[in-house]
């Protein structure tokens, strides 16, 4: 298997514009995960589906975020409009069991810049 | 609030040496704790995984210790090798409540063997 998969790997947009960050989880993972990284907060969680169903946002962290999950092989997260403060590394995670006793496998993340 | 500390931001040891780093919770009653690692520009990687029970799990190289009345967990590194140089990241996933099943992140420590 190829691994989490992440598109695109870089964006530089300007304020106002949208921006979707795309996700492939691995093949029979039931479990997907978005963070965001930065520098000042660390790895924050954002959402996490199960079964393509998302079941906890509260880290998502105002509405112009928001994410889908069509199908067990595809995710998106989606900020519109985008903001300077938004810029930072996407990561996407899979894993076949989310209380934690199963690893999370991350995508190289996508850098999203926010001029 | 809950909150989690890696003990310094950066940790430079002399190649062959043992590297020990810490991670130490508050407010947290974590069912599992795992360690991962980060590369620069690339997505975490899953090291090692112990659970609340345990207090000890051994990989190769690696150690990590969990001790649930200190609220500490330790990551060792024996025999240091300049490769080893990432950045390390632990991670609790909660045992109840609304952190059940989430898996949150310290800031990491950035770790440099020199030769």
């Known amino acids: 298997d190829a691994g989490v998969i992440q598109s695109p790997r870089h964006e530089v947009t300007e304020m106002g514009q949208e921006v979707t960050l795309r996700c492939k989880p691995i093949s029979g993972h039931d479990y997907l995960f978005w963070y965001r990284q930065t520098m000042m907060r660390g790895l924050e969680l954002l959402i996490y589906f199960n079964n393509n169903v998302p079941i906890d946002d509260s880290g998502m962290p105002e509405d112009r975020f928001s994410a889908k999950m069509p199908n067990a092989s595809f995710s998106t997260l989606k900020i519109q409009p985008s903001e300077p403060r938004d810029s930072a590394v996407y990561f996407c995670?899979?894993?076949?069991?989310?209380?934690?006793?199963?690893?999370?496998?991350f995508g190289e993340g996508s850098r999203l810049t926010v001029l | 609030s809950q909150k989690i500390e890696q003990n310094s931001e950066a940790l430079n040891i002399q190649e062959g040496k043992t590297a020990t780093l810490t991670c130490n919770y508050t407010?947290?009653?974590?069912?599992?704790l795992q360690w991962y690692r980060q590369d620069p520009g690339r997505g975490p990687v899953f090291l090692l995984l112990?659970?609340?029970?345990?207090k000890e799990k051994r990989k190769e190289r690696l150690k990590v210790t969990f001790d649930t009345t200190l609220k500490q967990s330790l990551f060792h590194i024996t025999a240091s090798q300049p490769a080893d140089s990432a950045t390390y990241l632990c991670?609790?996933?909660?045992?109840?409540?609304?952190?059940?099943?989430?898996?949150?992140f310290g800031q990491g420590t950035i770790l440099t063997v020199h030769p």
């Open positions: 407010n947290y009653s974590p069912a599992y």
């Open positions: 991670a609790l996933v909660g045992a109840g409540g609304t952190s059940y099943g989430k898996l949150t």
């Open positions: 995670a899979s894993s076949l069991r989310e209380d934690g006793t199963g690893e999370l496998f």
């Open positions: 112990i659970r609340e029970n345990e």
